[in-house]
């Protein structure tokens, strides 16, 4: 490992001195897209019947496109199966007629789920760049089973991009039919259920496809094989035969009603509880909306996974509220993830209480503004009321967000946000300097029209009641992607009195540095291997004004196989360095002694892991790592699998094992973390599913059961059943409680 360590350093400084920062600018002022296939969308007066079938007479006038081009295993020719498409619209609505040849009849579905997992899958994907801005997206998936899958996409950013959200879901159609040499999806989407700008000529546009048989992904805008597919820098482009008209977006009103009952076993006490609200979207214009949430309740939301924490830093778990997901991309992509987060929505709606415990903060009202001012400027605007609880010591709060997004040349775009948490009321049991937190922030992000540049530069600032002179973050990075170099390096800067309590940052008062360097070979007349991927990350992390101004260093090499069956095996060698400011206990056994504070920790391991192609009915994946750890030893354990009849059920298990020794009086202690899951997918609109957990660091086994029904467009039926048990002597109830939800969609 040490040779290759080697090797990825030589790489690294060759490349980066190999590229002069002119070869940036000449990237950023080119400022011209291509279009690399181009489709006439004829207007049509003719009635089309969704059922899978090209038997309807206007589709004999539609424009044919076919020859696509393969992604993988290789993105030099066209695909051996083919995929052809035509494209029709009226006053209302866009269809699209899709014909994905196949080999045989035996494809890979997860389940029946709307937005179904597409990983090793095959399926169909429309992508629509509505505004021709090659940053926003809205992106349509079906199958050969006409299932629906909608979600909106943002252009991702290396530096910290979210890219794609699921949560969204537009009222449209498709239906499928099955051939002897190929299927045949048939799709309606109403013009009202997207945003464009008035009189629109053409829109930016690809569709892509996976197909598990000949182990091929293909794209009809021919995309380079290191770009994620679907990239929005690779796309054709549609022109409608005449204008479209104008952009109309219905009123909707979604009103909940949520009944529940529960026992705390702890306390002894039985809860009944019974609440409604409702959300309400406003359109603006052709691309604003306003969203509104009056007494939001977010107990149909999946559980978080637990996971074992061996770190000093607090976790981050993923948002998964559909009010703060929705246009996220507008509000989060800030700063650098898990170092300089200056918004993590997360945050509300969860407070400490007297004692120092997390606690829920019940959110009363919500309204979020977001969209397009034009075809440049996006806007995004979300104020957030939460309740008080002066028995625990939580005060009311109001955060609010607010962000400007401006496009230059071809996908770059600079913005501002301004976020303010802020007390409502004068509380004696909160301090002056916290009765209120301020940040203002700067950001240009860059992303080149072939996707091969990409990097983001900001400056953030943040107010408390009491003055702070270090109370400034900023950043840098840059990164490029060829076909067989990937290079970045980044550095960061967050000073000791910086604070953002909406935000999300494992330290303050530091400076850090991240280079990264990937060298992908692809080797030649090999019907097994994709490529081989070497790559080197390191960090260095400093504390300018602690005592020990080094805090440690990482550096980590690996080797990676990916096979064409999409299959992957992995070596990996970690070097670490910790310096600890204060007392640390990596197991977190109750009454242990910590490890002494103010020393250095240097300490080395190595992993191996393979995992299994994802279309298999029987997939696993497992992993290994042993080596030092802290002043003593660690062996990590890992594995998973997952089964499936489908496309109706699926079943998985995870099992990490974590066994720590550490030389006395510190603790040793193993650590085990187990997780099964059950999912019934009944049929397109309905699904149970069963997620269980058990780790013996928390001490805590939570039982999650789900039913889902969704009855009428964007209307669902919700039953949840949620247990908890502490493990002590004996495994002890601590709550449970079977909720009833029932949310309707209305548009007026």
């Not at 899978?52 to 695909?79: C, I, K, M, Y």
């Not at 007390?423 to 049991?429: E, G, I, Q, V």
């Not at 206990?585 to 910590?594: C, L, S, V």
């Amino acid at each position: 490992m040490i040779n290759l360590y080697n090797f990825l350093t030589f790489k690294l400084q060759k490349n980066i001195l190999k590229k002069p920062p002119i070869f940036l600018l000449l990237a950023i002022l080119n400022s011209n897209l291509i279009f690399s296939q181009e489709l006439t969308v004829k207007y049509t007066q003719e009635l089309i019947e969704i059922d899978g079938s090209p038997s309807d007479l206007a589709w004999n006038d539609a424009e044919s496109s076919t020859d696509f081009w393969q992604w993988r295993p290789t993105d030099s020719v066209r695909a051996v199966k083919q995929t052809e498409f035509k494209a029709l619209f009226d006053n209302e609505n866009l269809y699209f007629l899709v014909k994905a040849y196949t080999k045989e009849k035996k494809f890979t579905v997860y389940n029946l789920e709307r937005d179904f997992e597409t990983k090793s899958a095959d399926y169909v994907q429309l992508i629509f760049d509505t505004f021709n801005d090659a940053s926003n997206a809205f992106k349509f998936q079906t199958n050969h089973l006409g299932l629906k899958g909608d979600m909106l996409l943002s252009s991702v950013n290396s530096f910290g991009g979210r890219g794609m959200n699921s949560s969204w879901d537009a009222i449209w159609e498709v239906e499928s039919k099955l051939y002897d040499d190929s299927y045949i999806v048939e799709l309606k989407i109403p013009l009202d259920q997207l945003y464009f700008i008035n009189g629109a000529k053409s829109w930016r546009f690809n569709i892509y496809r996976s197909d598990t048989q000949s182990l091929e992904h293909s794209s009809w805008a021919k995309t380079p094989q290191q770009q994620r597919i679907g990239d929005l820098a690779f796309m054709g482009k549609i022109n409608f035969e005449k204008p479209l008209g104008e952009s109309k977006k219905p009123v909707s009103i979604i009103p909940y009603i949520n009944g529940s009952i529960g026992k705390d076993f702890i306390q002894q006490i039985n809860t009944n509880n019974f609440d409604f609200g409702l959300d309400m979207k406003i359109p603006i214009g052709n691309s604003i909306n306003i969203d509104f949430a009056l007494n939001p309740d977010f107990s149909q939301v999946e559980v978080d996974d637990q996971l074992v924490n061996l770190t000093q830093f607090e976790l981050r778990l993923p948002e998964r509220r559909q009010f703060f997901t929705q246009n996220s991309d507008l509000f989060t992509d800030f700063g650098q993830e898990r170092d300089a987060e200056p918004f993590f929505s997360r945050r509300i709606g969860i407070s400490k209480d007297l004692e120092g415990n997390t606690v829920e903060n019940r959110i009363v009202s919500g309204v979020r503004l977001s969209g397009k001012v034009n075809d440049k400027l996006r806007i995004g605007l979300l104020n957030v009321l939460t309740e008080e609880d002066r028995t625990k010591g939580i005060p009311q709060n109001n955060s609010t967000v607010f962000t400007l997004r401006n496009k230059v040349f071809a996908r770059s775009n600079y913005s501002f946000f301004f976020i303010n948490r802020e007390n409502t009321k004068t509380y004696d049991f909160v301090d002056n300097q916290n009765t209120y937190n301020r940040v203002f922030g700067l950001e240009y992000n860059l992303a080149s029209k072939n996707g091969e540049w990409s990097g983001r530069t900001f400056f953030h600032k943040s107010f408390t009641p009491e003055k702070n002179d270090k109370n400034a973050s900023f950043g840098l990075k840059l990164s490029k992607n060829t076909r067989k170099h990937y290079v970045s390096m980044g550095g960061s800067y967050v000073g000791d009195d910086f604070r953002s309590d909406l935000g999300y940052y494992r330290r303050y008062g530091f400076v850090k540095f991240t280079p990264f360097y990937q060298y992908r070979i692809y080797p030649k007349n090999n019907d097994k291997i994709l490529n081989y991927e070497l790559q080197h990350y390191a960090a260095y992390v400093f504390r300018p004004n602690k005592a020990e101004k080094f805090e440690g260093r990482w550096n980590i090499s690996s080797f990676e196989i990916k096979y064409r069956n999409q299959s992957t095996f992995e070596i990996k060698q970690n070097i670490k360095r910790d310096y600890l400011y204060s007392n640390f206990d990596p197991t977190r056994t109750e009454g242990a002694t910590p490890l002494p504070a103010n020393n250095f920790y240097s300490y080395t391991d190595y992993e191996i892991a393979f995992s299994s192609p994802d279309k298999n009915i029987f997939k696993f994946a497992t992993g290994i790592q042993y080596g030092d750890f802290f002043n003593g030893t660690k062996l990590s354990f890992k594995t998973g699998f997952k089964y499936r009849i489908q496309p109706y059920f699926n079943m998985s298990l995870r099992f990490d094992y974590d066994s720590i020794k550490l030389p006395d009086p510190y603790p040793s202690r193993n650590i085990w973390l187990i997780s099964p899951k059950f999912q019934y997918t009944f049929n397109k609109k309905s699904s149970w599913s069963t997620y269980i957990q058990y780790t013996n660091q928390s001490k805590n086994l939570g039982i999650n059961s789900r039913f889902k029904w969704r009855f009428a467009p964007l209307s669902d039926l919700y039953i949840v059943y949620n247990d908890n048990y502490i493990n002590t002597d004996s495994m002890e109830p601590q709550y449970r409680s079977i909720n009833l939800k029932l949310t309707y969609w209305i548009n007026l």
